[in-house]
């Protein structure tokens, strides 16, 4: 690709090297692999769009890896298994409808509200979350979630194909419970608990 270089003042032949880069994400230094644009000529890094967004996203990859977030399509997922709509995830999850649209598209959330989205993708957690913040949904959707959760419910008594999801979600809750010294149980109740106040 041919672009204009600032140092040489002349269009120049570039070419996308690699290299390991460090960026700060919430405080914390990420290390993530990054394409850059170069002057074929004299080497000098040039700006490239779509190159940067790509490298920003797997920076935040690595970061949500590292630290047990969940994916923007793991978010959506979550949602869409219950078929809610953003407006109503957000009201139930007690946050505002462009904050959720923004974790489907990239943001990276809070840890503590990844680990609650977790929990929702078992339908009795589901449930817990909207005895306790009932009040948050019209008495249609509410009709609407509450079918949804029964439906997957007794999906879940066949085991279905989100077994190994469901095996290492428990894997998850189990060493996160066993580190506060708390059964799964406590532990998920206290989190619901922490995130409906
Ligand atoms: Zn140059």
Do not use: W
Request: include cysteine; charged fraction near 30%.
């Amino acid at each position: 690709m041919v672009k204009f270089c600032y140092n040489c003042d002349k269009e120049q032949k570039t070419e996308v090297i690699t290299k390991e880069e460090i960026s700060v994400i919430r405080g914390k230094d990420i290390v993530s692999t990054s394409n850059i644009r170069i002057c074929s000529v004299c080497k000098e890094e040039l700006f490239d769009e779509s190159l940067d967004e790509a490298n920003i996203n797997r920076a935040y990859d690595v970061y949500r890896q590292k630290y047990g977030i969940l994916s923007a399509d793991k978010i959506r997922g979550v949602r869409e298994q219950y078929g809610l709509s953003q407006r109503v995830f957000a009201n139930l999850l007690n946050i505002g409808e462009a904050s959720i649209a923004r974790y489907e598209t990239g943001s990276v959330p809070e840890k503590s509200l990844s680990n609650m989205i977790m929990l929702l993708k078992e339908p009795r957690n589901m449930k817990m979350l909207l005895e306790k913040n009932e009040e948050a949904l019209n008495y249609k959707e509410k009709y609407k979630l509450i079918q949804k959760i029964n439906e997957l419910s007794s999906q879940n008594e066949c085991a279905t194909s989100d077994e190994i999801d469901s095996y290492q979600l428990y894997h998850f809750l189990k060493n996160n419970a066993k580190r506060e010294g708390k059964s799964i149980q406590s532990y998920v109740e206290e989190i619901i608990k922490k995130e409906v106040v």
